[in-house]
């Protein structure tokens, strides 16, 4: 609390935003999901309010993460997209896949697999094109899961062997 009334003080609000983004990244990885949502939101407006879509689209995507384990899919949804958006715009390929693959997520748990598949490939092809290996990996894990889901265990498990050898390549 200190840091963030140094940086209120210092009228930095940035870095007040990317303090409370940690914040709340540090309430997720507690599983007070309620206490993230607040911080998160926070975090949020500070980024809009002085334009600073880098982060406002960072922190859209752990505010979709953290509607979709309050089981708020539609709310997911809503941020993802315009996380993903907002992305687009910037020319930001880590975050549009980063999204992408938060929106897969929310279908794959709302039990559309298909349309889950649809967001996993798309943002498969953003990874590659960073070459970021260690999202390749999630992103090919994914769609193995999204795969097994519709029953192609054989293409599944190709998915799934090609996540393993990428994950292995960092």
Not at 66 to 82: D, G, I, S, W, Y
């Amino acid at each position: 609390n200190i840091a963030l009334e140094n940086f209120r003080f210092s009228e930095n609000r940035k870095y007040e935003a990317v303090t409370l983004s940690a914040i709340g990244s540090f309430y997720s990885r507690l599983g007070n999901w309620g206490k993230a949502l607040e911080v998160q939101q926070k975090s949020l407006e500070i980024s809009k309010k002085i334009s600073d879509n880098e982060s406002a689209s960072l922190m859209l995507s752990n505010l979709g993460t953290t509607f979709l384990r309050l089981n708020e899919p539609q709310k997911a949804l809503e941020v993802l997209t315009e996380s993903a958006k907002i992305s687009v715009g910037r020319e930001d390929i880590f975050n549009e896949a980063r999204a992408l693959n938060l929106i897969g997520n929310v279908y794959e748990k709302t039990g559309d697999a298909n349309r889950a598949l649809v967001y996993y490939e798309q943002a498969l092809e953003k990874a590659e094109k960073i070459t970021e290996n260690r999202f390749v990996a999630i992103s090919l894990n994914d769609l193995g899961k999204a795969i097994y889901i519709l029953g192609e265990n054989e293409k599944a498990l190709e998915f799934f062997q090609k996540a393993i050898e990428t994950a292995r390549k960092n």
